[in-house]
């Protein structure tokens, strides 16, 4: 289902960023199987922590060195004992799996999506 219209001003309060995955383990504390994620978003925002329900479609070894978009401005969440400060962005497939989302071509890490 749609959400709500909003306006252009509100889609730019959200602040999605590409960036590299550094790190990439298992998250044995989770409620639901994820990993964790260390992303370089370039050296205005730095390297930033995810928490990733993905464990369905990637491995870790996978997942490093592949750009992923993200959220960095949405406050930090505690998940367990790690604090996860990034949303990484995906869709769910046909079973609601998380399916990341990318650039088809490699861009600096710390581009924003306009």
């Known amino acids: 289902m749609p959400q709500p219209t909003i306006t252009f001003d509100q889609f730019l309060a959200v602040d999605i960023r590409i960036g590299t995955v550094v ?3 298992v998250f044995p504390q989770a409620k ?10 370039g050296p205005e925002i730095g390297h930033k922590k995810s928490s990733v329900q993905i464990t369905q479609h990637y491995k870790p070894e996978q997942l490093v060195g592949r750009q992923v978009c993200g959220v960095v401005n949405f ?5 367990g004992p790690f ?29 924003r999506l306009n």
Do not use: C, H, W
């Open 23 to 25: 790190t990439a383990e």
């Open 32 to 41: 639901k199987p994820a990993y964790k994620l260390l992303i370089d978003f």
């Open 75 to 79: 406050p930090p969440r505690q998940i």
């Open 83 to 111: 604090m996860s400060e990034v949303l990484t962005l995906g869709f769910n497939d046909n079973d609601g799996y998380v399916v990341l989302i990318n650039a088809d071509q490699p861009v600096p890490n710390g581009a």
